[in-house]
């Protein structure tokens, strides 16, 4: 599918295709200017017009630095011929497996100061490793990120929801990050399923370095993406530009634990941000590691963030028709089918011997009639049994011995 | 306050009040057709009414059963005498120290074959022991109800906000039931402040029994009410109809602790029919004792239930100015007032050794104008220190001996 703004013939393939990994090198991403830039000449031109020093600004100037004097086709190439090298993939927006929901990512942007707000544009191009298409692999998905510093509950419900998602064929997106984070991608492998974990640095040197077991393993089972070309450090604001592509990739976003002021709430505000299911786990109110999910929980209605508890509510919350959450009912008593009437009149018989009618219901606080025609009904079901011309409770059960 | 349709004048204060326990008595609480017919009538014209047997129906049957052929005069002296020597103490519409905020029971009453939903209506009277004004003790009040079956972590929760809520000079209202509800009158005795009991039988033998050395305290310290006149034994479907008055009595209800099919749920929904404040704490989703609690608070925005976390959030929705929740936040952090560029350069500076401003630019993705503006200010503040011509991170702090 081509969702990009300007059109191109397979021809230009290649060349629209090198400019833009290009561009995502030169340029940090999420930028509202490059977007405005290629959305106004296209990905070849706006590259050009940067290159050839026909474009000001601090943009352009930041570009220059990283260009350092080399033409663009050579910058690609040597791109691409490192890539190769790594076995690390690139898809732009003009490839086939490109995700359409990134393309919403054009419509959060706010005006603001702080360039983590104002730059929410989509990515110019996207680095992977992995045996999966993208937009495959995305379809059915929901991201579920939180705390790095997780506590034990945490660390149960992101495992109860990631495998239970991933055992519905669900794939879980998260951030490849220590606690939370691994341990919804580690649920969903569990399970057999599929896990995308979004980095915030070069896929050939996922970060942090404690889970490289993990990313190994996600690397040939999931998929390992990358805005940033191989090779790239993790800044701290990367985390926060990267959290976009998070929220955008799935259905919704699900925050499973967050202190105060984890970094993960903001990928829940993006996923706000592009109207896509945004959820919570609730926990203990004596945990700190819950009381970001606790203020997620309590924005206001037209804010909203819902509760989840089970994997059966996320899939309502994210799923199509037929995959509707139960409410949860605890298990059926004897009395569940009494009238009011009923219960009442059986409420007023003595636990010990019997009464008459009449006394039974003045008082249960009913009309004699009322009772001289329900009461007869109870003994024959055996809530009630007769006894002296009047009713008492049934006899106990006895046990089974 | 007089909030009776009917006027009354001072010379006739002693029929009405006799008239309004009499009907209390005759009739089970919550009566819409009782509602009615004191509404036509006033109370004591509807009760000649239905002692004289001009009315007909279900309601004028199980009164007259209960009057047994008495006079409601006769009726109405032996059931103050039988108060007087409990020390119980009635109090209908007409006295100074009716709480208003029960009338607004007539205002949700909801049309329905069961009399639980349909006969919502205000009580004619309730019956007390205790040493305050009604009135003035639920003036500043909040419910607290849920589970019986609570667990530890209930009880921390239902001890934390009862106290919290006391300490600050907040009455918790409560059913007295065993769980939830002991642990909430419990809390607020113990912070040496008001609760109050709402029984569903007579304030003379509360139920449960266990509880008997709570509700000696409640009787002492604060106040144990019913709407049932002494004598009255606890039968099911009276717990459901007692809830609307625990909800009606305070600014809001909080449910600390439920079960799927918990009673204490409609409690809240009593609340949130009559505009009252509805919260909920959440708690682990592992807990069944919580599920009931979740929820309610997945309801729709249209029927908002609050989530809470901290006595704060109480008094936010049901304080006054001045009482607001602050947002809780983490401990603030050195590199907090960092702007965006400025801490894309101080993360763009290698660990090891330095860099000059133009690599560092480069590696931030900023123009090198922009970083030779900022480089010299962070090093002045002592986030990098300058080196060799370039920069680099500032030294560790040395540990103090």
New interface residues.
Partial sequence: MNIVDIPTDSADEQSVGDARLVLGSL??PGSRRLHELVAAYGPVEALDRLAAGHESG??A??AA??L?GRAPAEFAARLRERADRLGVRVVTPESGEWPSRLAELRHISVDGP???DRDTYPPQCLWLRGPHRLDDAVERSVSMVGARANTL?GQ??AT?LGYGLADRGWTVVSGGAYGIDAIAHRAALSAGGLTVAVLACGVDRPYPLSNTALFDQIAEEGLLISEWPPGT?P???RFLVRNRVIAALSRGTLLVEA???SGARQTLRRARQLRRAAMA??????SQA??GC??E??RE??E?V?????VE?VLEEVGGIGELAP????ASRPTDALE??E??LV??VPRRGGAYA?QI??????????ALAVLPSLALRGHLREHGGGYARPLPARHKP
Same sequence: chains 1, 2.
């Fill in positions: 340029v940090e601090p943009l100037e930041a630095l990283r350092h702080n360039p983590v509950y149960y419900a109860e450090a800044f701290k604001l202190a105060a002021r786990v609730p926990g203990p109110i004596t819950s009381v606790h203020e929980l309590r209605p037209h909203p819902r509760l989840i508890a089970t509510q409410v949860p009912r605890g009011p009437v219960q009442q409420d007023a009449e219901a003045a008082d249960a606080g009913v009309s004699l009639r009322a």
